[in-house]
T-cell receptor, first 111, second 119 residues
Framework: QKEVEQNSGPLSVPEGAIASLNCTYS??????FFWYRQYSGKSPELIMS????GDKEDGRFTAQLNKASQYVSLLIRDSQPSDSATYLC???????????FGSGTKLNVKP | GAVVSQHPSWVICKSGTSVKIECRSL??????MFWYRQFPKQSLMLMAT?????????EQGVEKDKFLINHASLTLSTLTVTSAHPEDSSFYIC???????????????FGEGSRLTVL
């Protein structure tokens, strides 16, 4: 089992809908999680980090962490075509200098 | 804050030549920087972990003599692709981990990436 796993998608949602992106993780990672957005041909950009169980909101984005289920999600409300990108879930390993990335979920927001 | 600058953003070179890519943390110090490679439509692949003042740690399958990494200061790491070949053509991305301390949330920040094309 990989340390961080994501469905590769593509996930297609209509403009204005809520996009829900999911990620599961193994026992080999610690409790620090991150969501990155990567546009085609560009490098990843940090969107949110979450460290505690529960929800964390920032604008249209909400990150959710469920430690019991080893599950992290990212909700994008009022999805826009400009949100179309690949979303990478990442977790920090117990070794402070180790990060694990999922393979990314491609999101398409249709106008 | 937390800006990582990578240079050059794209480079074309002839087969057999060497190419150096720089990664700088502009507004913070980073004891650790990471180098990734990404082929089209594929995931990030970690190549090596670079620690300031020490030798880089390479991932399995990455040739350390071909991909030379130097992390000479807390704000600069370089990746040199030696004797480049067409199969080395890829998108190379660095990232930097801010120095541990007050205000450090443990987040990793990426440079803009460098697209290498070897003819």
């Amino acid at each position: 089992q990989k340390e961080v796993e994501q469905n590769s998608g593509p996930l297609s949602v209509p403009e204005g809908a809520i996009a829900s992106l999911n990620c599961t993780y193994s026992d080999r990672v610690s409790q620090s999680f991150f969501w990155y957005r990567q546009y085609s041909g560009k490098s990843p950009e940090l969107i949110m980090s979450i460290y505690s169980n529960g929800d964390k909101e920032d604008g249209r984005f909400t990150a959710q962490l469920n430690k019991a289920s080893q599950y992290v999600s990212l909700l994008i409300r009022d999805s826009q075509p400009s949100d179309s990108a690949t979303y990478l879930c990442a977790a920090k390993g117990y070794n402070f200098n180790k990060f694990y990335f999922g393979s990314g979920t491609k999101l398409n927001v249709k106008p | 804050g937390a800006v990582v600058s990578q240079h050059p953003s794209w480079v074309i070179c002839k087969s057999g030549t060497s190419v150096k890519i720089e990664c700088r943390s502009l507004d913070f110090q980073a004891t650790t920087m990471f180098w990734y490679r990404q082929f089209p439509k594929q995931s990030l692949m970690l190549m090596a972990t670079s620690n300031e003042g020490s030798k880089a740690t390479y991932e399995q399958g990455v040739e350390k003599d071909k991909f030379l990494i130097n992390h000479a200061s807390l704000t600069l790491s370089t990746l040199t692709v030696t004797s480049a070949h067409p199969e080395d053509s890829s998108f190379y991305i660095c990232s930097a981990l801010p120095l541990a301390g007050v205000g450090n949330t443990g987040e990793l920040f990426f440079g803009e990436g460098s697209r290498l094309t070897v003819l």
